[in-house]
């Protein structure tokens, strides 16, 4: 056996053992790289490791999008924003049957569109929605379910931090990206409002009442949409808008959502040094384990070309590659952090997608489609567990695997879609 076989071997080995273990994905994946490169390049793993920080994937500039992103999503947490957003929704849609879900399926919508981050949306939608629903009389199974598959939309519409790895690891423009995800990312969030309105028809909460120091007056439910729903939504279009059109790229989209963010923050009083030192740490912690993970990652040992023998030889169908590839990140997405995931597996999968001829937007947009299904994916299921961090101790993770359980198969049915019509994912 090779030294490149071996230093596949510890690195694979290492990996399983320190995230069963719970060690941070971004020292882990960079200590062991740099074990198994020294051990299999000596002292030129030195080298390297310069050229990758100064150069490659770290010096792409759709990267430098990321911590705009977070701080965006973060800010609109922490200043207590997306609270009353999820109090105007509720007022909006209560006359509706399943109006509170529906609101938190938006809610959480609005939240991805801000963050770009599933783990943020989940915990910033739990932490505001979840009370409500379970006291409103909604099971267990579909509260959890929802705020669940709400958050994972982060994972497959702008500004997707997903997208924002992916796209210079395979040498496309992130701005192209998130267009080609538009669709999709619309599609998913009606096939769960879909679900969800027809669930509730048969299955009411039971208690549908609405506390009366929660009713607020048509007129001034009215102001509270003009004055922050609409300038959100705003902000979301405008940060989009301005990629679709060729306005802006990446970066420039993240500072204008940011800047708007901090300004209605600012107008309705929200905004003090506190909060906004405590949204700088986040969005700091946060960029600094993306970035570790990304180095680790990028480490070259020479496994990367033994994966590429293995799955070039191959004999199967395009569409078997391709299931058995959009399978592979489903499970790996499982028990692996997503931004390893992708920088992992993407380089084993460059050469199959550019021998057949696939097109790399639309993959890309299939490959964060799957990583949102392995967001929900049990035995592990990271969404799920990141909900049960904020929820009460008598809420049994049992409910939450049986809540997100059908929005898995919905997941699977889009990405079904998009496969069949790549049309729908192309810029």
């Avoid at 790229?249 to 405590?278: D, F």
Wanted: net charge positive.
């Amino acid at each position: 056996m090779s030294v490149e076989h071996l230093c596949l071997v510890f690195m694979f080995a290492g990996l399983i053992v320190g995230v069963t273990a719970g060690f941070p994905l971004g020292f882990l994946m960079g200590g062991l790289a740099f074990i198994a490169g020294y051990i299999g390049m000596g002292n030129l793993i030195f080298y390297q490791l310069v050229l990758i920080v100064g150069g490659g994937v770290m010096r792409s500039y759709a990267l430098s999008a990321i911590p705009l992103f977070i701080l965006m999503g973060t800010i609109l947490f922490e200043t207590g924003l997306s609270g009353d957003l999820y109090e105007i929704l509720n007022q909006l849609l209560r006359r509706i049957r399943g109006g509170l879900a529906i609101a938190t399926l938006i809610l959480a919508f609005l939240i991805s569109a801000c963050s770009g981050i599933v783990g943020a949306a989940v915990v910033a939608t739990g932490l505001i929605a979840l009370p409500s629903m379970l006291s409103r009389g909604y099971s267990k199974e579909i509260t959890t379910g929802i705020i669940c598959a709400g958050g994972g939309i982060a994972a497959t519409i702008p500004p997707s931090v997903l997208m924002l790895i992916y796209a210079p690891v395979v040498g496309i423009s992130a701005a192209n990206l998130f267009i080609a995800s538009l669709i999709p990312g619309g599609m998913l969030l009606c096939l769960y409002l879909l679900y969800v309105s027809v669930r509730l028809r048969f299955e009411r909460p039971t208690s549908t009442s609405q506390p009366d120091a929660g009713e607020i007056s048509g007129r001034t439910a009215a102001y509270k949409a003009a004055t922050l729903l609409l300038p959100t939504v705003l902000i979301v279009l405008g940060v989009i808008g301005s990629m679709f059109f060729g306005i802006a790229r990446p970066l420039e989209a993240a500072g204008i959502g940011t800047l708007g963010v901090l300004l209605l923050a600012t107008l309705h009083g929200r905004l003090n040094l506190s909060r906004l030192k405590t949204s700088l740490l986040y969005c700091l912690r946060t960029t600094s384990m993306i970035l570790f993970v990304i180095v680790g990652a990028s480490l070259k040992l020479g496994g990367d070309k033994i994966a590429q023998d293995f799955i070039l030889g191959l004999t199967a169908s395009p569409s078997t590659l391709m299931f058995i590839m959009i399978l592979v990140i489903i499970l790996m997405g499982t028990f692996v952090d997503c931004v390893g995931t992708i920088l992992i597996l993407t380089p084993f999968y460059l050469p199959i997608i550019k021998m057949f001829g696939f097109d790399m937007v639309w993959f890309g947009v299939l490959f964060c489609l799957a990583l949102g299904t392995a967001h929900y994916t049990p035995p592990v299921s990271i969404a799920v567990f990141l909900l049960k961090g904020v929820s009460p101790e008598d809420l049994p993770i049992s409910s939450m695997y049986r809540g997100i359980t059908p929005f898995i198969f919905l997941q699977v049915i889009a990405i079904l879609i998009v496969y069949s019509f790549p049309q729908l994912a192309r810029k």
